[in-house]
C-alpha cells in the first residue's frame, strides 16, 4: 500500500512564485491535513478537512489555500511565496478523528529564496 | 487551550542504556495521546498511544510509555536503547470531545544514540 504521497519531495522556489503541493491518499480516509515542521517548532495545523468539499482553518493558515473535491486528493496552494514559508511541509490523513493516528507522508521540503 | 510540553529538545545517551523522554500536557478535559517517532528524511510514524484502560502501553520495538492523569504526563521509556533508535520523537494529544480535530504536537526530542 502507498499510504500517503506527497509530491515532490523537494523544490526551490523565488520570492512572489506560486506552486501546489500534491498530496493523494489511498486507505479511503475521510479526514486530511496540512502541516508544516519548522525546526524546534514541532509541528503547526495550517489546513484540515473532515470529507470531499469540506475544509477548515488550522492554526497558521494564512499565506496557503486547500481545496479537496475529492477523497483521495488534499493540494496545498501557495500563491505568492515568502522566505517565511521555507519549511517542510507534511500531509497527513485518518479515518476519523479522537482516538485515530493519523498517517503521514513523507514530507515536500521547499526553499523560497 | 491544549499545549504539549517536551521540555528536552536533545537526548544523547549510550547504547544498551535506559532512556526517557518527557511530555506533559495541559488539557482542561479528557485526552488522547501518542508518541510519533520521525527517522531523518521521512514523515512521521506512530509508535504507540494511549486510549483508555491501562495506563501502561507498549510498542512492538519495546518502547513503553505511561500515562500519568495527576501529573498530567505521558513519559516514554526505553530499557535498552539501540542505534536504530535514533531519530526525533514526538508527542501529541486530541482532546476527547466533539469537533476536537486538531492533533497537538510538542517540539520534539532528538535521541541520538551514543555506540
Known amino acids: 500500500n502507498a499510504g500517503v504521497t506527497q509530491t515532490p519531495k523537494f523544490r526551490i522556489l523565488k520570492i512572489g512564485q506560486s506552486m501546489t503541493l500534491q498530496c493523494t491518499q489511498d486507505m479511503n480516509h475521510n479526514y486530511m491535513y496540512w502541516y508544516r515542521q519548522d525546526p524546534g517548532m514541532g509541528l503547526k495545523l495550517i489546513y484540515y478537512?473532515?470529507?470531499?468539499?469540506?475544509?477548515d482553518k488550522g492554526e497558521v493558515p494564512n499565506g496557503y489555500n486547500v481545496s479537496r473535491s475529492t477523497t483521495e486528493d488534499f493540494p496545498l496552494r501557495l500563491e505568492l511565496a515568502a522566505p517565511s514559508q521555507t519549511s517542510v511541509y507534511f500531509c497527513a490523513s485518518s479515518p476519523g478523528t479522537g482516538y485515530q493516528p493519523q498517517h503521514f507522508g513523507d514530507g515536500t521540503r521547499l526553499s523560497i529564496l | 487551550a491544549q499545549s504539549v510540553t517536551q521540555l528536552d529538545s536533545q537526548v544523547p545517551v549510550f547504547e544498551e542504556a535506559p532512556v526517557e523522554l518527557r511530555c506533559n500536557y495541559s488539557?482542561?478535559?479528557?485526552?488522547?495521546l501518542f508518541w510519533y517517532v520521525q527517522y531523518p528524511n521521512q514523515g512521521l510514524q506512530l509508535l504507540l498511544k494511549?486510549?483508555?484502560?491501562?495506563?501502561l502501553v507498549e510498542s512492538i520495538n519495546g518502547f513503553e510509555a505511561e500515562f500519568n492523569k495527576s501529573q498530567t504526563s505521558f513519559h516514554l521509556r526505553k530499557p535498552s536503547v539501540h542505534i536504530s533508535d535514533t531519530a526525533e520523537y514526538f508527542c501529541a494529544v486530541r482532546e476527547d470531545q466533539t469537533g476536537a480535530n486538531n492533533l497537538f504536537f510538542g517540539t520534539g526530542t532528538r535521541l541520538t544514540v551514543i555506540p
Open positions: 478537512s473532515v470529507g470531499a468539499g469540506i475544509t
Open positions: 494511549y486510549l483508555s484502560g491501562s495506563t
Open positions: 488539557s482542561s478535559v479528557s485526552v488522547y
